[in-house]
């Protein structure tokens, strides 16, 4: 049986001070945490229902208190691994981005904070405008674990953080969040130990045992399935472009993942705004159901919860492994039923062309190990995939390794 941590609860609206070894910042989703890469670009900051309250320890696993106020546990709780390409991991609003992400380019593209941005994301500072560009701009519907940024006097420093959801990310082809759009940091797959400290102010219902831990779907993917935050409902967007591209479906034909709650709606925060646009023009199609959704159905592993020491800062120095060349696509083809817009949270009218595919199936395909996405962002160009992937576990450390993309036919996926 996994330790429930009691967290502190502190007063204020975040954190200021950077989270030590073996802590985890707890970040509400207008929360910037400390030292900020940027002002907030989300298009609209949004609320989700606190997540189901997780099973009381068993007597003898109760949280025990720690120096300052914080608490640890006497053993470490489990968390859910689901893989990025998992129906209902994420939520959005049809044909308006969550993200400004032509602003964001404007702040962390160039100078020495374009160095440093690009140096923890881990690919070189010329590739940014083109990386930040193959994202897909969405909310986080789960509380996830996550390694974040601060950046001050020209320095990066990484710490562990736990995103409420309802948070705005951008996300890459595997489904892994990668940009925070409240604060416009970098984030890497996170780095768990064991007895971990989680510091911040806690929000209602929140159990270490209801994060989760994103981890690659093995393939790229061409769509990720949403669920509408306004109507509860569901629709997919398009992966690896600027432009907004989305379409109505019918829900996932199995089950979610576990950790993955029900449809809901969130409850809007701020105003919608508009995104910047990146072209002059867009245009957008009669939104319509085009049939099935793809199987939502994933098993999911577990990891120990926890946190990793802040390591030293790095100078912003541009140390890539990598050019994420990836670019903003566009598609000769858009589905009959797709709403499109260019970076905008409202699109003009206009016609779509191409054909819908009708409806794709796919189902759970077993078990494969759990795999940490690599700490270079892929910009492979995608495969089609529907959602319905595996994982499986694992204990106390990040797993490490990843395999190439395989190519993956509609209907089903193949584990890397």
């Not at 996300?171 to 892994?176: E, L, R, S």
């Not at 509860?232 to 979610?256: A, C, K, Q, Y």
Request: proline share 9%.
């Amino acid at each position: 049986m996994a330790a429930v941590l009691i967290v502190n609860s502190q007063g204020g609206g975040h954190n200021d001070v950077l989270p030590a070894a073996n802590e985890v910042a707890l970040q509400a989703p207008a929360d910037p945490g400390p030292d900020p890469f940027t002002p907030s670009v989300e298009t609209q900051g949004v609320s989700a229902p606190a997540p189901a309250q997780a099973q009381a320890p068993q007597s003898g696993q109760a949280a025990q208190s720690g120096q300052g106020g914080r608490s640890t546990a006497a053993s470490p709780a489990v968390i859910h691994s689901v893989e990025g390409g998992s129906a209902g991991l994420y939520g959005g609003t049809m044909a308006r981005p969550s993200c400004d992400t032509e602003r964001l380019i404007g702040m962390v593209s160039t100078g020495d904070a374009g160095r440093a941005w690009a140096s923890a994301a881990g690919i070189q500072q010329s590739a940014v405008p083109s990386y930040l560009r193959s994202l897909t701009s969405a909310y986080l519907r789960v509380d996830t674990r996550v390694t974040n940024h601060d950046y001050k006097s020209g320095a990066v420093a990484e710490y562990q953080s736990a995103l409420q959801a309802g948070t705005a990310v951008l996300v890459d082809a595997q489904g892994v969040p990668r940009v925070r759009c409240s604060c416009g940091n970098p984030l890497k797959p996170p780095v768990l130990v064991s007895d971990a400290t989680y510091t911040g102010k806690a929000w209602a219902g929140f159990q270490p045992t209801t994060l989760v831990v994103v981890v690659p779907a093995p393939q790229p993917v061409t769509e990720i399935v949403l669920v509408n935050i306004e109507t509860g409902g569901w629709f997919s967007r398009l992966t690896g472009r600027i432009e907004v591209v989305d379409r109505n479906v019918g829900p996932p034909r199995g089950p979610l993942a576990p950790g993955i709650p029900p449809p809901g709606k969130m409850t809007p925060t701020t105003p919608a705004g508009k995104a910047t646009a990146s072209t002059p023009s867009s245009t957008s199609a009669s939104s319509s159901t085009s049939g099935a959704a793809s199987s939502g159905a994933t098993s999911s592993g577990a990891t120990s919860s926890g946190a990793t020491s802040s390591g030293a800062r790095s100078s912003g120095a541009s140390t890539g492994t990598g050019s994420a060349s990836a670019t903003s696509s566009t598609s000769s083809g858009t589905p009959a039923g797709t709403t499109r817009t260019s970076g905008t949270s409202s699109a003009s009218t206009g016609s779509s062309t191409g054909s819908s595919t009708g409806s794709s199936t796919g189902s759970s395909t077993g078990s494969s190990s759990t795999t940490t996405p690599a700490q270079t962002p892929s910009s492979k160009a995608p495969a089609t995939t529907t959602g319905s992937t595996a994982t499986s576990t694992t204990t106390g450390t990040t797993p490490t390794g990843s395999g190439v993309p395989k190519t993956a036919t509609a209907g089903s996926t193949t584990p890397s």
